[in-house]
Structure formats: structure tokens, C-alpha cells
């Protein structure tokens, strides 16, 4: 169809430039491209790790939520968490979610920054489980116990992304991630002295 106003050629041509590119696929379709992966968020990394307490096993993720956003509310690593969910969104996206499984990652780096086991957690930051009238599991934190230190060992050390995704290589994990110094993130974690 003609198009006869150069006012209303400009912006078709103008909208038509905007348009996100298609790519050809193999049989002659369009396929739009991949959009940017979002970045796991810190308590979706938690949760994924502490899911597997053992007090938590006979329950659905429906009866737990709220209990998982309490131990969330009152964890005291909260900045490691960013760090690592952080870093294996880096590898993520680099290398794909099959060639990065999540557990594997956790597995290998939560003990490394010395964070309490799934089986361990509760104990270990004075909580308890019950279950209330309903038969709905709850969780009371023993206001008298003291928190072990939790990442005990690190309280002296910077740690950034880099590292965790060094350290996670160094074990065999995600060993084709090749770091980009150009668009990798500096974010690291410092203590002070005095912690």
C-alpha cells in the first residue's frame, strides 16, 4: 500500500526501526530473539537451597512459603546470597541453565563460605518447627539462643563474584564460562576489621 504523506512515511519508517529484529531459524521462520535473562533474586536462591530442610519435607511449598520469608527476614547472610545468586546468573547466562545446574552450584559453594546445611540451618540460627491447631508446620526463634557465626572464617576477607565463580570452576563446575573483563561486575563483599 502507498503511503502518499511524507509526514506519515517518516513515522512508519521511524516505528518500523524500532521494531526488535527477527532472526532466521533454520526452515525459514522468524524467530524473535532471546531476551535478557532476569537475575536470580537472593531470597529465590535462598529458598531454593532451604527447601530441603528436613522439617520441611512433609509440607508443600503452599504451607512454607510464609515460614521460608521468616528465615529470610532474620538470616544474616543475606549479602552472600546476593553475591551468589549474583554469580551464577553470570554463568547462567554465558552457558545456559543445563549446563549450570543450580544445586550443583550450591552444593559446592555454600559449604566454602561455611553457610549452615539445610540440615543444620534451623539449629544452628535458633529456630524450631511445630505444629499449630491447624496441623500447619510454624517456626518460633529461641530469643535466648546466640547465632553461630555464620560464614565464620570469611570475616577478613573481600569476596566478589569472580571469586565465586573461581572457586566454583576450580571444582569442575561450569568449566566452559570464559569471564568477560569487560561487562563483569566488580560487585564484591568487604568486612571491616572490627566485625
Known sequence: RLIPEPAAQ??????LLLL???VMSG????????????????FV?????????PHFKS??????????GLLWETDPNKSLWS????AWSAIRDQIGKDRAPLDQFFSLICPHLNMPTPESYLAVLGWSVSINEEGDPTISHDGSSRSACVGAGLSDTALSVQDIIAYVQSMGYASTYVADVNTTSPTFLGHSANS
Do not use: D
Open 27 to 42: 526452515r525459514h521462520r522468524f524467530v524473535a530473539p532471546e531476551k535478557a535473562k532476569k537475575a536470580l533474586n537472593a
Open 10 to 15: 517518516a513515522a512508519l519508517t521511524a516505528r
Open 20 to 22: 526488535a529484529p527477527q
Open 45 to 53: 536462591g535462598f529458598r531454593c537451597y532451604y527447601i530441603s530442610i
Open 83 to 86: 553475591l551468589m545468586t549474583k
Open 59 to 68: 509440607w508443600p511449598m503452599k504451607k512454607l512459603s510464609n515460614l521460608i
